[in-house]
């Protein structure tokens, strides 16, 4: 588990960097903001997911949704979609710097 | 280091005060800017209305025209909510343009004709010619008359479709049910592939049941359908079972469910072999096809809808031009608004980087369609999508997305129909807000 946290934390470096001054977000979030918001500000229950939690956490959370690990009505059918390339993607714009 | 001293807070303050005052600058140095390129949007409904937004935000120096004939947008999604009676009118579920033209957009308030995509123009109904560097097309779909014989728009009076919200608010159908007598009958004559809204007609279906349960528990609903299957049906079929009993019945294709004519004086359907339906409310939905604008410039070449590089969503047949929406065919993609939003972005990103010297990030698609079955009870299907190599077909991401799980409590359910609430109003603030 530790080891693939920082695994993941590596592979985020470079996103980070390079998405800081990114305006657009990444492919991957355009679906993602019309359930929780244009800002990730969460909508009418749907949780606010912008800048909540850390890149580790966030992570991880996508991680046990995939994993049917973390209960939910939808974000299981969700995570499964995406790539590891993706998640870091989404981590470097939702969650906390 | 946090120290909130005097002088810090007016310092902020100061600062705050010079950033309102570069954003109220804004929008004007932006239209003057907007030199890179000319954005040209036809349809301002899901696909076009999200096009024109994104464009804005994410290619400030592209100028962006959206041309629309209405002044106003409603919703099909959520329009089945008033049959339960849980909106009295379509207010709600109406949006202006305001938001939109205040980012920058330049609406005409028109209808499109012709576009002749070896000059790159679009001319209106109006009379103005508008010239782009690169076309979005997103009309939506025409409902096709007389393919059910005797179904034509004067019929539809009698037997509203309420499938084209321009063409005939939901009220049509919600005044018939209104004034139908308890014990009454309700048709619907659910339409074959591909179509607007895959699940549309079942979720209509079970808001005229959570209609009759409360107002007219008595009433019966036929569903005579095209298909012998339909979107998210094993979740529809059990829940339709707890909720209203014996109160719908679906009967399939294969078991005589196809309608091939109506007779709106005796208010009754036929279906293939001959047999004859009476209703006391009859929905006809119709099928269906892209919107004129598509079919009259070519982009359809002849058939039902445009073909397009699954990669870019650029039409297949004129170049520079991008048709999204249910206008298109992007199977296995449903035909709705969330993917003519994220299809929206597509062509954006693809159309911007092309006019602004940039490279498109890669090309990834997306769908929810939730659907309200009572009340606190709701589902939903997901689908993530991507183009192959080629952009000759789609992809869905495998052991992703799919429907809602068959075995769920009632809070999961409830949640769902929460949720389903909270993505109605993202889309439309992403959109009009
Ligand atoms: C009952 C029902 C329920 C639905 N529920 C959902 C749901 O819950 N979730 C979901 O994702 N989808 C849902 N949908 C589907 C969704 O409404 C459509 O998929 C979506 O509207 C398609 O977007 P579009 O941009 O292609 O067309 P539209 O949204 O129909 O927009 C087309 C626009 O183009 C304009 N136009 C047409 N011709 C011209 C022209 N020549 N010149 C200029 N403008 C023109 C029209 O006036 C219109 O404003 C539902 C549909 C129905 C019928």
Same mark, same amino acid.
């Given at each position: 588990?530790?080891?693939?946290?920082?695994?993941?934390?590596?592979?985020?470096? @470079?996103?980070?960097?390079?998405?800081?001054?990114?305006?657009?977000?990444?492919?991957?979030?355009?679906?993602?903001?019309?359930?929780?918001?244009?800002?990730?500000?969460?909508?009418?229950?749907? @949780?606010?997911?912008?800048?909540?939690?850390?890149?580790?956490?966030?992570?991880?959370?996508?991680?046990?949704?995939?994993?049917?690990?973390?209960?939910?009505?939808?974000?299981?059918?969700?995570?499964?979609?995406?790539?590891?390339?993706?998640?870091?993607?989404?981590?470097?714009?939702?969650?906390?710097? | 280091?946090?120290?909130?001293?005097?002088?810090?807070?007016?310092?902020?303050?100061?600062?705050?005060?010079?950033?309102?005052?570069?954003?109220?600058?804004?929008?004007?140095?932006?239209?003057? !800017?907007?030199?890179?390129?000319?954005?040209?949007?036809?349809?301002?409904?899901?696909?076009?209305?999200?096009?024109?937004?994104?464009?804005?935000?994410?290619?400030?120096?592209?100028?962006?025209?959206? #041309?629309? =004939?209405?002044?106003?947008?409603? /919703?099909?999604?959520?329009?089945?909510?008033? #049959?339960?009676?849980?909106?009295? *009118?379509?207010?709600? #579920?109406?949006?202006?343009?305001?938001?939109?033209?205040?980012?920058?957009?330049? +609406?005409? /308030?028109?209808?499109?004709?012709?576009? *002749?995509?070896? +000059? +790159?123009?679009?001319?209106?109904?109006?009379?103005?010619?508008?010239?782009?560097?690169?076309?979005?097309?997103?009309?939506?779909?025409?409902?096709?008359?007389?393919? %059910?014989?005797?179904?034509?728009?004067?019929?539809?009076?009698?037997?509203?479709?309420?499938?084209? $919200?321009?063409?005939? $608010?939901? /009220?049509?159908?919600?005044?018939?049910?209104?004034?139908?007598?308890?014990?009454?009958?309700?048709?619907?004559?659910?339409? =074959?592939?591909?179509?607007?809204?895959? $699940?549309? $007609?079942?979720?209509?279906?079970?808001?005229?049941?959570?209609?009759?349960?409360?107002?007219? =528990?008595?009433?019966?609903?036929?569903?005579?359908?095209?298909?012998?299957?339909?979107?998210?049906?094993?979740?529809?079929?059990?829940?339709?079972? !707890?909720?209203?009993?014996?109160?719908?019945?679906?009967?399939?294709?294969?078991?005589?469910?196809?309608?091939?004519?109506?007779?709106?004086?005796?208010?009754?359907?036929?279906?293939?072999?001959? +047999?004859?339906?009476?209703?006391?409310?009859?929905?006809?939905?119709?099928?269906?096809?892209?919107?004129? %604008?598509?079919?009259?410039?070519?982009?359809?070449?002849?058939?039902?809808?445009?073909?397009?590089?699954?990669?870019?969503?650029?039409?297949?047949?004129?170049?520079?031009?991008?048709?999204?929406?249910?206008?298109?065919?992007?199977?296995?993609?449903?035909?709705?608004?969330?993917?003519?939003?994220?299809?929206?972005?597509?062509?954006?990103?693809?159309?911007?980087?092309?006019?602004?010297?940039?490279?498109?990030?890669?090309?990834?698609?997306?769908?929810?369609?939730?659907?309200?079955?009572?009340?606190?009870?709701?589902?939903?299907?997901?689908?993530?999508?991507?183009?192959?190599? *080629?952009?000759?077909? #789609? &992809?869905?991401?495998?052991?992703?997305?799919?429907?809602?799980?068959?075995?769920?409590?009632?809070?999961?359910?409830?949640?769902?129909?929460?949720?389903? &609430?909270?993505?109605?109003?993202? %889309?439309? &603030?992403?959109?009009?807000?």
């Amino acid at each position: 588990m530790r080891r693939w946290l920082i695994l993941v934390v590596l592979s985020l470096a @470079p996103v980070a960097a390079g998405s800081a001054a990114a305006q657009t977000p990444p492919v991957a979030a355009n679906g993602c903001l019309m359930c929780h918001g244009v800002n990730g500000q969460g909508a009418n229950g749907i @949780p606010a997911i912008m800048r909540v939690q850390s890149r580790a956490d966030f992570t991880a959370t996508m991680k046990l949704f995939a994993e049917n690990k973390k209960p939910g009505t939808i974000m299981g059918r969700i995570s499964r979609g995406y790539t590891d390339e993706d998640i870091a993607e989404l981590s470097a714009w939702f969650a906390k710097p | 280091m946090t120290k909130h001293t005097p002088f810090s807070v007016s310092r902020r303050r100061a600062l705050a005060g010079a950033a309102a005052i570069a954003v109220a600058g804004a929008p004007a140095i932006l239209r003057a !800017q907007a030199t890179a390129g000319r954005l040209v949007i036809v349809g301002g409904g899901f696909g076009g209305a999200s096009a024109a937004r994104a464009a804005r935000e994410r290619f400030p120096a592209v100028a962006v025209t959206l #041309i629309e =004939p209405a002044a106003s947008f409603t /919703t099909c999604p959520y329009g089945n909510l008033l #049959i339960a009676g849980r909106y009295s *009118d379509t207010s709600p #579920i109406t949006f202006g343009y305001d938001k939109l033209i205040a980012r920058g957009v330049a +609406k005409v /308030t028109d209808t499109a004709v012709e576009i *002749d995509s070896a +000059k +790159k123009t679009v001319r209106t109904s109006g009379g103005q010619t508008i010239a782009y560097d690169r076309l979005i097309v997103s009309p939506g779909i025409d409902l096709k008359w007389n393919a %059910i014989k005797g179904y034509d728009e004067a019929a539809s009076a009698a037997m509203p479709h309420c499938w084209k $919200p321009s063409l005939q $608010p939901v /009220t049509a159908l919600t005044d018939k049910l209104k004034a139908m007598p308890d014990g009454g009958v309700f048709i619907m004559s659910a339409p =074959p592939n591909p179509f607007r809204c895959p $699940p549309g $007609p079942y979720e209509r279906a079970s808001m005229v049941a959570e209609y009759f349960k409360k107002a007219k =528990p008595k009433s019966k609903i036929l569903i005579l359908d095209s298909k012998d299957g339909f979107s998210k049906q094993p979740l529809f079929l059990a829940a339709w079972k !707890q909720l209203y009993g014996d109160m719908i019945e679906w009967v399939s294709s294969n078991n005589e469910g196809r309608v091939v004519a109506v007779d709106p004086a005796s208010m009754t359907v036929e279906t293939e072999f001959g +047999k004859k339906h009476k209703g006391d409310v009859i929905n006809i939905i119709p099928p269906q096809q892209a919107a004129k %604008i598509a079919r009259d410039s070519g982009l359809t070449g002849g058939g039902d809808w445009a073909a397009i590089d699954t990669r870019s969503f650029e039409s297949k047949a004129a170049r520079d031009v991008f048709v999204i929406g249910d206008a298109n065919a992007a199977p296995p993609m449903p035909k709705s608004g969330f993917v003519a939003n994220n299809t929206a972005m597509r062509a954006v990103a693809v159309a911007g980087a092309q006019m602004t010297g940039g490279t498109p990030p890669k090309a990834l698609y997306f769908n929810t369609c939730y659907s309200h079955v009572g009340d606190n009870y709701g589902i939903s299907v997901v689908g993530i999508y991507r183009p192959n190599a *080629d952009g000759s077909k #789609i &992809d869905e991401a495998p052991n992703s997305g799919g429907i809602s799980a068959r075995e769920a409590t009632a809070d999961i359910r409830a949640g769902e129909a929460t949720y389903a &609430d909270g993505w109605y109003r993202s %889309i439309t &603030d992403y959109m009009f807000g």
